[in-house]
C-alpha cells in the first residue's frame, strides 16, 4: 500500500524548504481526496508559477 503524506509531515517539510531559502507556494484542497491533482492541473496558477523558475544547470 502506498504510503500517505499527513498534514502533519508535509508542514514539516514546507518549513524546512522555506528555512532553505525555497519558494513554496502549498494549496491545501480539504474538499478533495486523490483528485485534487486535476484542480491543480486545470488552472494557469501552477504552470505561471513553474515558468518563473530555472533549474540549477540552466
Do not use: C
Request: no cysteine.
Amino acid at each position: 500500500m502506498p504510503a500517505v503524506a499527513t498534514e502533519s509531515n508535509v508542514y514539516a517539510g514546507i518549513n524546512r524548504l522555506e528555512e532553505l531559502g525555497g519558494d513554496v507556494r502549498f494549496t491545501v484542497h480539504g474538499d478533495m481526496a486523490h483528485d485534487v491533482w486535476v484542480r491543480a492541473y486545470v488552472g494557469e496558477d501552477l504552470y505561471r508559477w513553474l515558468l518563473q523558475h530555472k533549474s540549477a544547470g540552466g
